[in-house]
């Protein structure tokens, strides 16, 4: 069976790292950038922490600002008219996924104009051409779209997340700069955190996994457990927020090229019809859809009680297993995940439309353990 790992041209690692910035765009070759960010980092100075570097180095750029927590076609399309309107020739995204998600979506409809009702990009669109060059800088260490090729878009007509996979949407480079996260609050660090550990165990689970994906995956695993802790409850440990950063980073490299599965699956429809952070989703989901998928993962999940800090010492699968859950669901409640869905909102009676779209949401299928809607149906009541 052949393989395939796509990564982004060039990355940089390290506080302080966005000083690059001048070199990257010299590289590159362009001339005007299109910085896409929220107005919550603009507000707060954390976008000005980059564009400083920009001014200081006399590189154009204009700033669109308008990007929503869970982005939607029009944001996009919002966003396509703001970089021809600029003149822009790159984009530069500041944020957490949904920056980097808008940027994309932006960056392939501008070289692959066909796709301009946004809609047709959703799953595996066949577009080709390269997005416009991005570069990506991360603000918080959770969603890793700074290194994968895949983006999420809500269809406001269907009130649906579209998951659109294309190899041509990664960022051309990343640059992964801790000092961008240090003033991330203890709430948004706890739950980007434990997306990241969502990404890491699903994609070390998923059925695409393979050797490859496995080594970055269950790594990402121990440096989550052994950092996130620690940047919640002390904001300002330079050590632990570029130990996240860069675990996010890993993690991403590895579930961009072989999927995730059903806490993904699940978490989307909570975003598109209740408004419901990914991160939060993904947290309070994890240990459940574990426990569900337990009969297809005991060669696995005895590694991940290891890399959360398990001693499995005489222990049989079936209890590493239950481990490995259990020191998910310990973490989740350290840092302050919700633990039922009736605390976000969320009621029985919105269950049924929830399972009709995360059994045909893109990411179900790569679930280690086959699932009907009925299983979903079960697994929301269990967390409501």
């Known amino acids: 069976m052949v393989q395939r790992f796509i990564l982004n041209e060039v990355s940089y690692f390290g506080p302080g790292a966005r000083k690059v910035l001048p070199e990257v765009v010299e590289r590159l070759g362009k001339k005007k950038a299109l910085v896409v960010t929220d107005k919550g980092l603009v507000k707060f100075g954390v976008a000005g922490m980059v564009t400083e570097v920009l001014d200081k180095a006399g590189i154009a750029y204009e700033v669109f600002s308008d990007v929503k927590p869970n982005p939607t076609v029009t944001n996009v399309k919002d966003g396509i008219e703001a970089f021809r309107n600029a003149g822009a020739d790159f984009i530069i995204a500041i944020g957490g996924g949904s920056s980097m998600d808008t940027a994309k979506g932006i960056g392939i409809v501008i070289n692959n104009p066909e796709f301009s009702d946004i809609v047709s990009l959703e799953g595996c669109a066949p577009t080709k051409n390269k997005s416009v060059p991005i570069v990506a800088l991360p603000t918080t260490a959770g969603t890793a779209a700074e290194t994968t090729i895949n983006y999420v878009i809500i269809d406001e ?9 294309d190899p041509n949407d990664i960022p051309a480079v990343a640059i992964i700069d801790a000092e961008l996260m240090y003033s991330l609050p203890k709430s948004l660090t706890a739950a980007t955190g434990m997306d990241a550990l969502t990404h890491a165990i699903e994609g070390y689970i998923t059925k695409g996994a393979w050797d490859m994906s496995d080594m970055f995956e269950i790594e990402a695993i121990r440096m989550i457990h052994r950092n996130l802790q620690k940047a919640v409850d002390e904001p300002s440990n ?18 961009s090229n072989v999927g995730l599965g059903l806490v993904h699956g699940m978490a ?6 209740f408004d419901v952070p990914h991160g939060v989703a993904n947290a309070l989901l994890l240990p459940t859809v574990m426990e569900f998928n337990m009969p297809a993962c005991m060669d696995k999940y005895p590694r991940i009680a290891e890399a959360m800090g398990v001693d499995i010492t005489g222990m049989t699968p079936e209890e590493a297993s239950q481990a490995a859950v259990e020191a998910v669901r310990q973490l989740a409640l350290n840092v302050g995940i919700p633990q039922h869905l009736s605390e976000l909102g969320i009621t029985a009676a919105d269950i049924p439309a929830l399972a009709e779209q995360a059994i045909a949401d893109v990411c179900t299928p790569g679930n280690p353990r086959e699932v009907t809607l009925e299983d979903i149906k079960a697994l929301y009541t269990k967390v409501l």
């Open 157 to 165: 007509d269907k009130k649906k997340k579209m998951v659109c996979v």
């Open 238 to 255: 330079a050590d632990a927020r570029n130990g996240m950063a860069v675990a996010q980073y890993i993690a991403g490299m590895a579930f």
């Open 268 to 273: 989307h429809p909570m975003g598109s019809l």
